[in-house]
């Protein structure tokens, strides 16, 4: 039988005499495998194109484009398939020069069937190991880097709590002193009514610098350190409605629109309000700063009786496709230096994920991107809890 676990072995048999290639699909596709034919190289060469395979049994001698020209071809356009040669030809020097070129092995006309299957079990055997070991590969890459990640992020989580406690001691003490200003100011009758406007306003922005300062202090906080998850019924769709409302002055720096479209009006939920806001103002962040003037970014609620289901959906230029599989990595963002830290998407999919539910993104090149956010209805037991109700 020639195929592993599921999947069963594709071959493309390539050899200008019908007769010899017919009779030899007929005898693999009894043993199991898919065959594809091709009666020259230019045909193998537009099949491979439109259907990739494992093996290609090849003719060396072909009217046209020979067999080695094929090999060559095949090695540069599909690395990953193994070809084996057929040769009418008793001389070894064709099938010797065909493995120097890159082919698996070679066998003579006739053929004994049984002796060209296992030769196929090898190369496919082969095949299926480079895979394996190509995937192991990337795996061992991929788990470097989040590695490297991680101990940059706690890096940055110990900055980031020492840097917000030292900034919060000056705020504190602008603050008051703004405040007692604001207090001598109004007892004090020498001061011209021009000259309490401006005061008032001086006094207004400090106040109001100091408060996005704290704000800051606060996510920074936030970050180095895991909130503690505050569980509450809420309704979703107006939790919605109220991201639109605070995300629409970014809406209006980047001459975009936005929007909340509620399928379900009164889509309610047992879950932390605070930190579900929190991740759609980032994507709705994310989406408007993504899209060209004009774009639009919209919120989509729906649902059913488990889950509640958060749709942002924006019509910007789309994830390139290799950065699809990157974005919920710390650190990594396509934005310039000094415009995005690569934080905002690992941070929403931990939240999300500590909350029970989870985020997955979905972006097609010019086309925009939606993320969907599913989010567990009810709240979560805890194991202790669960393992407590089944041994009762």
Same mark, same amino acid.
């Not at 006309?109 to 030769?119: M, Q, T």
């Not at 299926?128 to 061992?140: I, K, L, M, P």
């Not at 021009?194 to 922005?205: G, P, S, T």
């Not at 107006?238 to 936005?258: G, H, M, P, W, Y």
């Given at each position: ?20 290639? !017919? ?48 090999? !060559? ?171 639109? !409302? ?141 393992? !407590?109700?089944?041994?009762?």
């Amino acid at each position: 039988m020639m195929w592993r676990g599921e999947r069963r072995t594709r071959i493309l048999i390539v050899d200008d005499e019908s007769g010899f290639r !017919e009779s030899l699909a007929r005898r693999l596709e009894k043993r199991g495998a898919v065959i594809n034919q091709a009666g020259n190289g230019i045909e193998a060469l537009s099949s491979l194109a439109r259907e990739p395979v494992d093996v290609v049994l090849l003719d060396v001698r072909m009217p046209g484009m020979d067999g080695l020209a094929v090999l !060559e071809r095949i090695r540069q356009e599909h690395p990953d398939t193994e070809v084996i040669l057929i040769t009418g030809n008793v001389n070894t020097n064709e099938g010797v020069a065909g493995i120097k070129a890159g082919a698996f092995d070679y066998l003579t006309k006739p053929i004994e069937i049984d002796h060209l299957v296992g030769k196929i079990r090898q190369a496919f055997d082969k095949l299926v190991r480079n895979q394996e070991q190509a995937r192991e590969e990337r795996f061992r890459v991929r788990m470097e880097e989040q590695l490297i990640a991680a101990d940059r992020l706690a890096a940055l989580g110990t900055l980031s709590a020492g840097t917000a406690h030292e900034i919060n001691n000056p705020l504190a003490i602008i603050n008051d002193s703004a405040g007692w200003l604001k207090s001598r100011a109004a007892k004090d009758e020498s001061i011209s009514p021009a000259m309490r406007k401006d005061l008032d306003l001086a006094l207004e922005k400090i106040e109001t610098s100091v408060k996005r300062a704290r704000r800051i202090t606060h996510q920074l906080l936030s970050f180095a350190r895991s909130a503690d998850t505050m569980t509450k019924e809420f309704n979703l769709s107006e939790l919605a409605v109220e991201v639109v !409302e605070l995300t629409r002055k970014t809406a209006t720096e980047c001459q975009a629109e936005v929007s909340a479209a509620c399928e379900v009006k009164d889509m309610r939920i047992w879950s932390d309000p605070y930190q579900v806001r929190q991740v759609l103002i980032n994507l709705v962040s994310n989406g408007l700063q993504a899209v060209a003037p004009g774009g639009m970014v919209e919120i989509i609620i729906t649902g059913n009786e488990k889950d509640a289901i958060a749709v942002v959906r924006d019509n910007g230029p789309g994830i390139p496709p290799e950065n699809l599989a990157r974005i919920f990595e710390p650190f990594f963002t396509t934005k310039p230096p000094g415009e995005g830290t690569g934080l905002g998407l690992s941070v929403s999919r931990g939240i999300i994920e500590k909350l029970g539910g989870q985020i997955k993104v979905d972006s097609k090149l010019g086309k925009g991107t939606i993320f969907s956010v599913s989010i567990p209805r009810k709240p979560i037991e805890s194991t202790d809890k669960q393992n !407590e109700d089944i041994s009762r």
